[in-house]
């Protein structure tokens, strides 16, 4: 699996060394990778010719980017208003126990995280559950489980 | 003759089997035996999303709802017969209606900025141009920048995102600024939790957006522009990007644009999920590849904006407008509408409502005909307040219902428009709670340049908690109104706004926070530490 991944520079040679793809660089690292890595961190700064603290404060400035490796699945529990006013809590906690884990973390296997996300903007069909890009909308009680089953099965097929 | 029809596949509908209804439609279409081969689209939003999958049958302007992949067969045979009438819509007097206009959901609608979402395939940019695309981009470019800034005037033209800033302003700002080199920018950060209408838009239109962006950009005298777009959007970022590549073709994106003289070209900025970003000179940094923090004002973006070049930050909903300005005139765009706030808003309607969805209506009606005659009223229980405006925004009591649904009546309750979300709470809400979690949000989203805003957020957070679990005393609610004044002091707009949930809970709620802190009870049952005391 891991022959199938890029390389950092195959990444990297496909933008201009300018400031302004800085985001951009950093999506297809955490795309590639699932997190942006120490390493990472080093070749992005040296690319940019930038020093690497400026590089370590996007990458956790934003949510979008994680300096820890994410799951093979990222369940991600919409937690936005109208979500949260429809029992996102209670999903995401049965999400965990499923799981054993909480949110902002990974399994040890290494499969699964458990992300909160502020909203989908898909909030007609609330409360809303999102993995792998597929949407699961109106999420009632054992609901979470069973998606969490579903991508279980995935794993082992 | 020929028919087209058209499958309703957002995200929404898509969850619930979108694809596979269009999939079974084509397939039942190839049937020897049916006399009318109809064209499968798969559009945009159609609104109702409570009562999707909707499919619509054009010309005929049959719309179904709650279709199932099953029902395709059927769909298909009722096309040279009668409509299928298990999937119309029953009207509250339980009349099963054809059309969309007679849906009750869609009668106070007008749609201008939705005006071609879920009615052309959004990746066929000729499905656009059929529908007058581009008619105002050509109007545009055969008139003086001057004008167009004119026609903006005479619209009446306020910003979607949230303040209602008058477009004209930024647009003659930027037109007068010195420089040769100068931006525009799209803002599709819709950052707001709730609030889904640019998502839609970009979704469902993506050239009503591209084509604003290139007015916009020929009005100021812009050459280069970039769509900031919210990086959970993926199918808004790949839709933009092909509508990019495919305006590129037609010859209304690079040199000399229909043969006008005037280049522009743009390009799409994946954002990076963080809420400050949707402030404009936060994005303005984020754009630079920075981090998001806001600038100070002035100077304002107009005069020193994207790499201190002259710049303009218009959002998605405003700039779909402005290609029906361009081709309508700006004066007959102004008779929508009210006085000082013209033309239509969209709003996502979600929560507590039986019909949540996509609307979009003329400015000037209440919340209670939004709220009660298209929402269809609160699905159990009743009434309670309903939100707007974003975390930064505040609720609206039902004492407040028949305000009109303008910019300054919205922001003298204490609220504020912002960019259209809706979020309808009933009794079974507990203010307290939903207040705590804001605060949270915004907590967590604070960009942490400013003192009141990381700091205040901070400790306003710590005490709605410990109301939440009983623990706070009621001098607490004092420190909490002193923070959510101090917080005004931030430098940006999402800073300064911060306390707003706050304030407008303690002013319109002040007995949920003193049951919660002197009888240590919740009386929405909500709050678990209180639950059985």
Known sequence: MESN???????????HPEDKYALAILHDIQKEYGYISSHSLKAVAKYLDTPISKIFSLATFYDAYSIEKKGRFVIQICNGTTCHAEGSQDILNEIEEALGIKAGETTSDGLFSIEIVHCFGT????????????YFGNIKKEQGKEIVKKYKEKVEI | MSKDILVCCDIMCLSKGAEEIADNLISASKDKNVNIKPLVKKVGCQGLCAKGPMVTIMPDNITYYQVQPEDAEDIIASLDREPVERLLHVNSDGKAVCTMQENEYYFMQKRIVLRNVGLIDPSVIDDYINQNGY????????????????EIEISGLRGRSGTGFPVKVKWQGCYEAIGKTKYVICNGDEGDPGAFMDRSIMDGDPHSVLEGLIIAAYAVGANKG???????????????QAAIEDARAKGFLGQNILGSGFDFDCEIVR???????????????????????????????????????????????????????????????????????????????????????????????????LIFDIGG??????????????????????????????????KASGSMMGSGGMIVMDDSTCMVELARYFLSFLAEESCGKCTPCREGLRCMLDILQRITKGEAEIEDLVILE????????????????????????????????????????????????????
Request: charged share 25%.
């Open chain 2, 135 to 150: 008619k105002g981009l050509k109007k545009a470019l055969s008139i003086k920048q001057k004008q167009v800034i004119k």
């Open chain 1, 5 to 15: 991944e890029r390389t950092i520079e195959e990444i990297l040679n496909n933008f």
């Open chain 2, 226 to 240: 970039f769509l900031y777009i919210r990086d959970e959007y993926n199918t808004s970022i790949d839709r933009v």
């Open chain 2, 271 to 369: 954002a990076a999920r963080a809420y400050v970003c949707g402030e404009e000179t936060a994005l303005i940094e984020s754009i630079e590849g920075k981090t998001g923090m806001p600038r100070k004002k002035p100077p304002f973006p107009t005069n020193k904006g994207l790499w201190d070049k002259p710049t303009i930050v218009n959002n998605v909903e405003t700039l779909a407008n402005v290609p029906y300005i361009l081709a309508k005139g700006g004066a007959e765009f102004a008779k929508i509408g009210v006085k000082s706030s013209t033309g239509t808003k969209v709003f996502s309607l979600v929560g507590k409502v039986k019909n949540p969805g996509l609307v979009e209506v003329p400015m000037g009606i209440t919340l209670r005909q």
């Open chain 2, 482 to 533: 002193d923070l959510a004044y101090a917080s005004q002091a931030s430098l940006c707009v999402l800073g300064a706004t911060t306390a707003n949930p706050v304030m407008t809970t303690l002013k319109y709620f002040r007995d949920e926070f003193e049951a919660h802190i002197k009888n240590k009870e919740c009386p929405a049952g909500v709050c678990e530490a209180l639950a059985n005391e």
């Open chain 1, 123 to 134: 909030c007609a069909m609330a409360p809303v559950v999102a993995c792998d890009n597929t």
């Open chain 2, 377 to 410: 009223g609160i699905k159990n229980g009743k009434f309670k307040c309903v939100q707007t405006g974003g975390p930064s925004g505040g609720f609206i009591p039902a004492k407040h219902l028949d305000l009109p649904i303008d910019f300054d009546a919205l």
